[in-house]
């Protein structure tokens, strides 16, 4: 088995944990995306994109998906893509490229979980490099 298999089987009773316990809080089930020190790490130094459209971009999120998408939906996704907006899929993570205002994109968390009809949360770039200095030691 593939450590990557193995590491996604540990987080997965952690997953149905916190599911579970925020049923019970909250009466509602909150989707949950666990990932390892080291995933995250790798998450935020990764570079979906070439550097040039990273520096010219408006904002770069990072939307966290419970599994690894199938190819027909990463064919979903990339059909969302327009002048203003660019995907990539790289393992559990996508990431949303977004040339200009966010406010002028067509492109929201709901649309996103619509075309791949997957939950997911997202995150700027920005916080996602704090967390990762804040709370993965180097």
């Given at each position: 088995m593939s450590s990557l298999k193995q590491k996604q089987q540990t987080a997965n009773p952690l997953r149905r944990r916190s599911r579970r316990h925020s049923k019970?809080?909250?009466?509602?089930?909150?989707?949950?995306?666990?990932r390892t020190d080291a995933e995250f790490t790798?998450?935020?130094a990764y570079k979906?994109?070439?550097?040039?459209?990273l520096d010219s971009a408006a904002a770069?999120?990072?939307?966290?998906?419970?599994?690894?998408?199938?190819?027909?939906?990463k064919q979903k996704l990339i059909s969302l893509k327009t002048d203003i907006d660019d995907f990539h899929i790289h393992g559990r993570?996508?990431?949303?490229?977004?040339?200009?205002k966010q406010s002028e994109s067509k492109i929201s968390n709901v649309v996103l979980e619509k075309a791949l009809?997957?939950?997911?949360?997202?995150?700027?770039?920005?916080?996602?490099?704090?967390m990762a200095e804040k709370y993965i030691a180097k």
């Amino acid at each position: 088995m593939s450590s990557l298999k193995q590491k996604q089987q540990t987080a997965n009773p952690l997953r149905r944990r916190s599911r579970r316990h925020s049923k019970r809080l909250l009466d509602y089930e909150v989707a949950t995306f666990v990932r390892t020190d080291a995933e995250f790490t790798a998450i935020a130094a990764y570079k979906p994109f070439p550097q040039s459209l990273l520096d010219s971009a408006a904002a770069l999120n990072i939307g966290f998906l419970a599994d690894t998408p199938e190819a027909v939906t990463k064919q979903k996704l990339i059909s969302l893509k327009t002048d203003i907006d660019d995907f990539h899929i790289h393992g559990r993570e996508l990431y949303w490229l977004c040339r200009k205002k966010q406010s002028e994109s067509k492109i929201s968390n709901v649309v996103l979980e619509k075309a791949l009809g997957l939950k997911t949360t997202l995150r700027g770039i920005n916080t996602i490099n704090k967390m990762a200095e804040k709370y993965i030691a180097k």
